[in-house]
């Protein structure tokens, strides 16, 4: 079984960093097989996949955030990480860590293909 633990959120303001972390608990042969991804969901908005980092340590991003945020993986501790740099209003949502066996469902980054999902932390980002 895999289990997935969010933290970091937190307000900030626009311009500022955050690092969120995802605790992966389940078999270390199971961490590296993932691909593992971030998502958010804003208030009256549709979830959208953020970030993404598949077995093969390739990364895909969405638009919206390319050169500000960094999805990394510390294979040791079993931790996925998700740096945010300048912060803006729109980054404003819960973030969720995902992860699923690696079947490239990084390309895509939709929700519906990863099972296993953290409980989410928010971010608040002021104007």
């Known amino acids: 079984q895999v289990q997935l633990v969010e933290s970091g959120g937190d307000s900030v303001q626009a311009g500022g960093s955050l690092r969120l972390s995802c605790t992966f608990y389940g078999y270390t042969y199971s961490w590296s097989s993932m691909d593992m991804g971030w998502f958010r969901q804003a208030p009256g908005k549709e979830r959208e996949g953020v970030t993404c980092i598949d077995s093969y340590a390739s990364t895909n991003y969405t638009d919206s955030v390319k050169g500000r945020f960094t999805i990394s993986k510390d294979s040791a501790k079993n931790i996925l990480y998700l740096q945010m740099n300048s912060l803006k209003p729109e980054d404003t949502a819960m973030y969720y860590c995902?992860?699923?066996?690696?079947?490239?469902?990084?390309?895509?980054?939709?929700?519906?293909?990863?099972?296993?999902w953290g409980q989410g932390t928010r971010v608040t980002v002021s104007s």
């Open positions: 995902a992860a699923d066996f690696s079947l490239r469902r990084c390309a895509l980054m939709r929700g519906a293909d990863f099972r296993y």
